[in-house]
Each structure stands twice: as C-alpha cells, then as structure tokens.
C-alpha cells in the first residue's frame, strides 16, 4: 500500500493532503475534514486542510516556475503534455470514474461520461495549444498607416488561480487546469471541500504526464480559509471560479484589478412547441432534469409547453420519471442517486413543501429519505415560487403551459439567470428566431439546456456568469493580446 492510502473495512481509502511544488503537505498537525459517500455515508478520504503557509508556498511556487519555467516552454511541449495526461486518463477512467461516484454520489453511467468528457478536454487543450495565436493587422486600412506593420501574440497572464465546485469534480476542474497549462500559465487550485480526491489524482497523473513540479499546486481548505487567500493574493493574476453566485459576486468584489471568469448558476428554461417531436422532446427532457440528480447548472428546471399537447406532454414525461431507478449510485441500473448532502435535499424538499402550499400540485415524486430526492414534476407553479424563479439544484422539475410564441419568450426570460435555454420546434425560422431573443449564453434546437459540449464557448449573461469557458474561449480569458508595430525603413 503507497503512502495517502489507509485501509478501511478492507477497503483503500485516500489520505491526502495539499500538493505544493511537488511535494504533499500532510500531518504534522494539520486540521483534516473527511470526505464521505453521499449515498451511504462510507468514509471515503481524510484530507488535511493547508495551513496559511501552505497556501502562500504554493502561490510562490507558481510565479516562480511560471517566470523560470512555463513561460519559456514550447507550444509543442506543453501539447504533449496534456495529450499524455488525455491518454493516461483514458487507461485509467474506470479507477476515475469509480472514485467519481464514491465522492460525489454520482451514479456510475454518468461518471464515466464526465470522464471520458475529461479527456476530450484534454485532447482538445493539447490541439488548441499548437493552433495559431493572435493576428496579422492590416496596418494599412488606416490613412498614414503605409509602410507599416503590425500584430498581435497572446501571452499568458501567469497564476491562475481556479475555485471549483462538487458536482463536475474532475471534468471542471480540468475546464480550467488544461487551457491554463496549455497557454503557459502555473495554476493554484482549490478543489471544493467535498470532492478534492479526484483532483488530487489529476495532479498526479498531470506530473506523471511530464508536468513540471509547481505547475499545478493543489491547496486543499474552505473557501473562507484557502479560497479567499487565493483571490486576494498579488501574485495572483487571474480568478476562475465555478460554483454560486453568492459566492462568485463575492470574489469579484474581492478581486480587485484582477482578471475573473465566474461561471456560475441557472433556472434553465426548455420550451416545447406543438410542432417537435414529442418523443425526442420527453427522452431529452427527463434525462435533463433528473441526471446527477438535478446538481447541474444547466439543468432542466423550467419546462414551458404549448397548451394543445400539455396534456399528452404531461402525462408520457410523468409516466417515464415514474420508471427511473433511485438509489444506489455504484449500480449500473441507478438514474437517480443521492443529493451531496442531507443539509441540501431538506433545503430541496422544503422549496416543494412551500411551492405545494403556495398552490403547486406534485405530478410526480415530492419525498425524501437521507440524501434521496425522488425526482419530483411539479405543476400549477407561479412565476414567484422558489422553485421556479430560484435555482432549485435537485431533482425538481416544473411544467407549465404556454399559449404563444411571445408569451413562451417571455416566460423564459423572465428570470435573473442566462446560462443556456433548450427549444424544441421543428420550425427552422422559429428556432433562429428564438436564437435572437432568448436572454442566454447558449441557445440549443432540440436538444436540452442540459447539453454541453467542452469546446465551444460556454457562460452566461445576467446573474450566471461573466467570460466564457470552452477550452479555446477559456485559453483566451487566460491570456493577454500584446500589439507590436514595425515601421518599414
Ligand atoms: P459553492 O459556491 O458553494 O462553492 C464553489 C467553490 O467556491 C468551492 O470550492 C468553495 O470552497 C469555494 N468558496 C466558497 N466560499 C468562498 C470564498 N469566500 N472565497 C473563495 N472561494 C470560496 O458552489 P457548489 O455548491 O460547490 O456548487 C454548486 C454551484 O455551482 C451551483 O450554483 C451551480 O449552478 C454552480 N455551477 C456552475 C457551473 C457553470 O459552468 N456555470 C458549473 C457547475 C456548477
């Protein structure tokens, strides 16, 4: 057995601590947190929390091998790299996707999705950092520009510093690890408190790829503690975070001068019209409501449906959530699993007690046991219910009917969220006409908000987000346009 594995009941169970230049951090008196499967409450891992020192070390270490080191490092070098540690995850996505769902309580089918998407991310990062870079200027589209010539390289901006959440533990954090590295930033990153094991095999892995040492420092701790270090730090130049909004606004304001990415949540809309196919509409619909158990920001959560098939929609989409498998996430057959902690499906199931009292009518579902949300359909919402107008982040979906086009616009928009929005019609002018007006970061025809593939540019507008992710969109948030002009002898 190597160091940082324990053996529980007969099982391995993680030891870690934070991974700074190199080298772990653990022991020596250092508070440590457990990490417990959701479902079953099985200890998973122990992890000690860095200290204050640990945490300035690892900024140190990442300026320093950003000035010495990543800076310098060929295109050619750090796209090996990344496409190693794309071929090392491959080989090893299975061992992935199981500690996936031991720490996240996700079912197992969706974790090996979130890892094979980890190595797309990867590949995609190794490609888009051999792609060209900046522009040729036509200097002289400009009166007196003649005989000049001009044009711009991005360069990396130098620590980035990446916050991220529970519930895409490996493939979010490689969302903005794998661009960083591939433009030549060094990286801090802070896992969330409840899934750090799977970041800390990534960085392993990463150096087993050929990653130099204090390229990627991982510093394990809460928000509070760690998170705020970090986006407060000089050396620090750019925040990329994903999680709420509460606390992403909260690190804008704390950021001072520093770049931020916030990725942050929704109450995505999906709108059926009475010319889609139905079918196509309900299968899409129920896996995007109810996949990792609702914990997802682009969730299905708002569904808006021409009032001359409500009926049919209704009864076929509660007929097929009746039919999902709740429980045990490490099952092949399990849809459904737990919620991350109990604390979250009693918020969850408390939203449905208030909608129901304000009036809502549960379709479907509507009980809890420990961390198990049944997935619930309700109708008869209002606009102003939480579970309409908040984002809800369960297994809760709401239906309501809708008579126009207009009106279903303006259902959709009516909201403080922008993340994406799902249209289901089969009218091609109608589908680019709400394109155009849909207040989101993305726009899907038939197919729902929940889709989302890694290389194009992902993020929101109103409260869900500012910048864009995607590997090529993230590798331009992480880099700096310089101009340089020659004038001709
Ligand atoms: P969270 O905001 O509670 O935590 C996210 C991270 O921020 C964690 O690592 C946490 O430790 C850290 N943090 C907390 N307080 C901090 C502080 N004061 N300073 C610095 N860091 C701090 O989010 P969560 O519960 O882990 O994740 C769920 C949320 O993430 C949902 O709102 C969801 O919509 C959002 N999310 C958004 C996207 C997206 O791409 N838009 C993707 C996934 C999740």
Redesign the pocket.
Known sequence: MGPGCLAAAGRLMLHIGSLINGEERRGDGRTSFEVRNPFNGELVGMVDLATRNDVEEAIQAAHRVFVETMKQLPAHRRSAILRKAADLLEERSEEFAALLTQEAGKPIRDSRGEVARAVQVLRFASEQAKADDGELLKMDSAIGGENRFGLVKRFPVGVVAA??????PLN?VL?KVAPALAVGCTVVL??????PLSAMKLARLLEEAGLCKGALNVVM????D???H??THPLVKM?T????????Y??KE?AGNKRVT?????NSPNIVFADANLHAAVEGLVKGAFAFAG?????VQRIYVQREIYECFLEQFVTRVKALQVGDPSLETTDVGPM?TEE?AIRAESWINEAVAQGAVVAAGGRREGTLLQPTVLTHTTPDMKVVCE?V?APIVTIAPFDSEEEAVALANDSRYG?QAGVFTSDIHRAFRLYEQLEMGGVWINEVSTY?QDNYP???VKL??VGR?GVKAAMEEMTEPKFLGIRLA
């Open positions: 916050i991220t959440p529970f519930n895409f979010l969302h802070k896992p969330a408190e409840k899934t701790g809460t928000g509070q760690v998170g705020e970090l986006v925040v975070f994903t999680g709420s909004g509460a606390v992403g909260k690190i704390m916030l990725e942050l949540g929704a914990q997802t920001c682009i969730s991350i979250a984002e982040f993340l989302r992902y993020g929101g869900s987000g992710e």
